[in-house]
Nanobody, 126 residues
């Protein structure tokens, strides 16, 4: 499967932004999808994930209550809705996917994902 992240941009603190991850080339319904981010000089970190069925989502503590992941299986798109953005949310955001079985836990580490998009820059000014 190929992934394409889009929708990043420059926003002010407190604003909202929705970024998208569009998939192609694979049975999208078999994949769990996650968002990661990487700020300059820092390691790539987990932001949140959504199971292949879209019934389960999981978020890092730093974004819980502010970010929401959703999935449109018909369009093969996973969204990351980011509300109440903070300057510390500034990073390149990557989407990643891994083929899973229904009962498997969704990974939260970089090593758990096999497919990656190219990243989209999100900059939050104070």
């Amino acid at each position: 499967v190929q992934l394409q992240a889009s929708g990043g941009g420059l926003v002010q603190a407190g604003d909202s932004l929705r970024i998208s991850c569009t998939a192609s080339g694979g049975p999208f319904g078999r994949y769990a999808v996650a968002w990661f981010r990487q700020a300059p000089g820092k390691e790539r970190e987990f932001v949140g994930s959504i199971s292949r069925s879209a019934r389960d989502t999981f978020y890092a503590d730093s974004v819980k209550g502010r970010f929401t992941i959703s999935k449109d299986s018909a369009k093969k798109v996973v969204y990351l809705q980011m509300d109440t953005l903070k300057p510390e949310d500034t990073a390149v955001y990557y989407c990643a996917a891994v083929q899973t079985i229904l009962t498997a836990p969704v990974p939260t580490t970089v090593e758990g994902y096999h497919y990656w998009g190219q990243g989209t820059q999100v900059t939050v000014s104070s």
